[in-house]
């Protein structure tokens, strides 16, 4: 599984766009790239997982560089419910389902 | 479409006493993994179960177990608890076999204070 690296911690004004970068330089050809959010010690919420396509939901939008070595994540207009940790994960085929967390990146939007 | 369902949400145990956690995945999910969140060790992976079989396990000792129903439905059992063992443990479930791409959904938690 590809190590991951992230800022530790990011601002956000209400209504702008959040970039949340993330680093994977060890990325193998089959491991995908997701993204989870947690707030306030909840459960982790899915927001978007791609593989080298650019992904968009109704969430947020995945940018995965074309060498794969890293990616972002983009909400395009925070809001105070987007503040929490955002976790950049890297998941190998065949790994079972198993998600390594590392810190994640601590957003915080303000007014 | 109902989540993931954990059972009990809080819970408070002694030292010494075991304890078992239930979860229910999202209806039609094969696969159910589990994890433990504390503030020194973040969210660490446990074990995974996909048809009744552990495929995978973290790295955790013996008194960290679990399995898993003919339903999906799983169970985690933490035997002779020590005060470290205070911690959110989280399910999660997925519908496929482990493929890479797979949604993976989080329930809420079981809250566990070891006193």
């Known amino acids: 599984d590809a190590k991951t690296t992230q800022p530790p911690s990011m601002d956000c004004a209400e209504g702008r766009a959040a970039n949340l970068p993330c680093n994977h330089s060890?990325?193998?050809?089959?491991?995908?790239v997701y993204w989870y959010r947690q707030i306030h010690s909840q459960g982790p919420q899915y927001i978007i997982h791609?593989?080298?396509n650019n992904e968009t939901n109704e969430m947020a939008s995945l940018i995965i560089t074309e060498d794969r070595k890293s990616s972002t994540l983009i909400l395009p207009h925070a809001t105070l419910r987007d503040t929490a940790v955002y976790y950049c994960?890297?998941?190998?085929?065949?790994?079972?389902?198993?998600?390594?967390f590392g810190a994640g990146t601590r957003l915080a939007v303000h007014p | 479409k109902a989540g993931v369902t954990q059972t009990p949400r809080y819970l408070i145990k002694t030292r010494g006493q075991q304890v078992t956690l239930s979860c229910s995945p999202i209806?039609?999910?094969?696969?159910v993994s589990w994890y433990q969140q504390t503030p020194g060790q973040g969210l660490q992976f446990l074990f995974e179960?996909?048809?009744?079989?552990?495929?995978n396990k973290g790295n955790f000792p013996g008194r960290f177990s679990g399995r898993q129903f003919s339903n999906s439905r799983s169970e985690m059992n933490v035997s002779t608890l020590e005060l470290g063992d205070s911690a959110l443990y989280l399910c999660?479930?997925?519908?496929?076999?482990?493929?890479?791409?797979?949604?993976?959904?989080f329930g809420e938690g079981s809250w566990l204070t070891v006193v």
């Open positions: 999660a479930s997925s519908l496929q076999n482990g493929f890479s791409g797979n949604t993976i959904y």
């Open positions: 060890t990325i193998s050809g089959n491991e995908y």
């Open positions: 791609g593989l080298k």
């Open positions: 994960i890297g998941m190998f085929s065949g790994g079972y389902n198993k998600l390594i």
């Open positions: 209806s039609g999910h094969r696969s």
């Open positions: 179960y996909f048809s009744e079989t552990q495929r």
